[in-house]
Every structure is written in structure tokens, then in C-alpha cells.
């Protein structure tokens, strides 16, 4: 008898676990997390609210994810990959980052700074007239504006201090004042930055430039989903973009890397970049403070002083006062897909998130009244 009832306490210990096991895989445990206000949010209002707007604004898919302490607090996914198919966006589903290519790429030429493998102040233009010769350059570029172009450094292009439009799209290049005196957002720039990279380090800007930024940076800091230039992970778990509500046919196989545009990662994938940036583990602190120290500083007709109150750029983020700290941000728009990422060295706290919409702005309002302001 006193066997029967060991065996019938040990079959209902191994039922309460498995039940337990069974309950743990279909729950995904979600803690709340502190915003800059010091306000506690809970993990489910948070997601609640963000699948509500996307559903109201019509935004296919999201990826969202917030840094307490130098760690991930929060990270989720939301709606679909593709309006089309109805396949929902999973941990592995990878967004255009748009303009959030910049930072992450500033850091990889920093990193090339920082082994000897690159200058920061050296003009860029003999390593590209070493590819396309003197005349070509002559071509790309306006006549009169060829001496300002001689003088274009890394620095000067990472703090956006080129004077180039920010896409010329085919025209000759023209610089609106001398680099390094003013400012002017310029993707341009940093495609040139990228050849020039590229052609010093001899390997040009197409795959191998990605497969070095794997090497260097990606993979150093963690991040596993996050390319410059299309391959096989890309074909599998990449999103489509969508306009209004409507699936982007169009999509973006990238073949040379676009230091402006071309990145492709996802909210948890890019806030390893953040923390990284926050406590350095692949650079020197020396390296970092100098991507974080205000390179361009904005003239008070600045329409960014304007608008959002930013006041200067470094060598990659834009910089923000704020009541928590300097706030060190970024945006990302390439039409189908949208990007914001933000954080603030002071308070150990960050804020990236990623759309295959054109309507993500509208909805990080709507996030702000709940976690406050962050953009």
C-alpha cells in the first residue's frame, strides 16, 4: 500500500511539473521597466498600447526595445512581415534601419580610426581618386565646388559638416559652404566616406565591407541580425515594406554596402549597439567619448533647434539636452520603412524601434504619453 501511494505522489509531482514546464513555454514573462521620469511601466499596458496604435494607424510590423541599466528591459514584436502573406513578425524577422545605418556605421569607422587602419582628419579624396581617377572626380563633382570637396574628412562627413545635399540622386555634387563651418545632413557624404573606407582598406565596398563590419563590430558586440548588404539570412527573415497601409513590391537587395541607408537589424539587435556605446567593451572609452563629444554645433537659425531642440551633432548621433541628461538620438526613413533610436549615458537608459511602415512616427507620439518624452 505505502508503495502504491510513493508511486500515485511521484506520477502527481511529474504531472504539476510538466504543466508547469507546458505553462512557462506558452507565456512569455514580461516585467515592467523604469522610464525617464522614474516611472514604473508595466511591460503589458506598454505592448498593449503599441499593438492598439499599430492597429489604429495601420502599421504592419514592429519591433521595440528599451534599456534599463545597460540591459534589455523590454523587448518585443508586433504584426505581420508582409500584409500579403499574414506572416507574423517573429524574434528573428529583420527591418531596414534607414538613417539608424549612420551611428552603427560611424562606429565601424571609428573602430579602423582606432586600430591605425584609418585617419580621421585625412581628406578623403585620394583614396577615391586612387579608384576613379582625378577626371571621373572631376565629373561627380560641381567645378566650383571641387576645392571644398578636396577637404572632406571623415570628421567632417560623420558630423554631417560636408555641405552636400543629402542625396543628390545622379546630379553633380555641389557644397553649399565651406566643410567643417556649418551644418548639413548628408546620406551623400556617407556614401563617399564608405567607398573611401573601403578602397583604403582594400576591399572595396561591397560584401567584404560587410563581412569586416561582422568581424569588427557585429559580432564583438553580439549582434547576429544585423548586415549591410543582402545575403541568405536577409532572403529568409526580412520584412517587407509597406506605404499607407499598402505592401512595397520593391524590395531592397542591397549589393554594396550604403552607410546612409542599407543597414538591416532589428530593436534587440540594435540596442546592443546602444549599451556598447554606453559601456564599451569593443573600443577604447577614449574612442567612444569621442563619437559622443558634439563635433557640429548647431547656429541658432538651425530649424533642428527649432522644432526638436537638438543642438549639435557628434561623430554619428544627433545630441538633445534634456532635463535626464544629453540625449544622444537618431531617425531612419527610407519611404516603407522607419527607424528611431535614443539614449542617455546618464541615466544607463535607451530606446530603439523599428517599423516596415511609413506611419511609425505617429506612433512613437502616441508611446510618449505614456512613457514621456524621447524624441
Known sequence: MNQLKNTMKTLCIALIMLCTINTSLGQKKQDDFHVLNGNKISSKSFSNLIQHTMDSLNIPGVSVAIINDHKIAYHEVFGVKNIKTKEKVSLETIFEGASLSKPLFAYFVMKMVESGEFELDKPILPYLESVMGKEKIKQVVAPDSYERYTKLTPRIILSHGSGIDNWVKGKPITIAFEPGTDFSYSGE???????????????????????????KVAHPIGMDRSFYTWNDVLEQHAATGHIDGKRNPEIHRDKKVGPGYSLQSDAQDYALFLIEMMVPNNINEATRDEMLKEHNHFKKDNKLVKETGQTGWGLGFAQKPTPYGLMHLHTGNNKDFQAYTMFIPK????FVIFANSNNLFPLLQRIEKLIGEHF
Open 347 to 350: 541615466q544607463k537608459y535607451g
Open 189 to 215: 557624404a556617407y556614401q563617399h566616406l564608405g567607398a573611401a573606407l573601403g578602397t583604403k582598406l582594400g576591399i572595396g565596398w561591397g560584401s567584404k565591407l560587410d563581412t569586416l563590419f561582422l568581424k
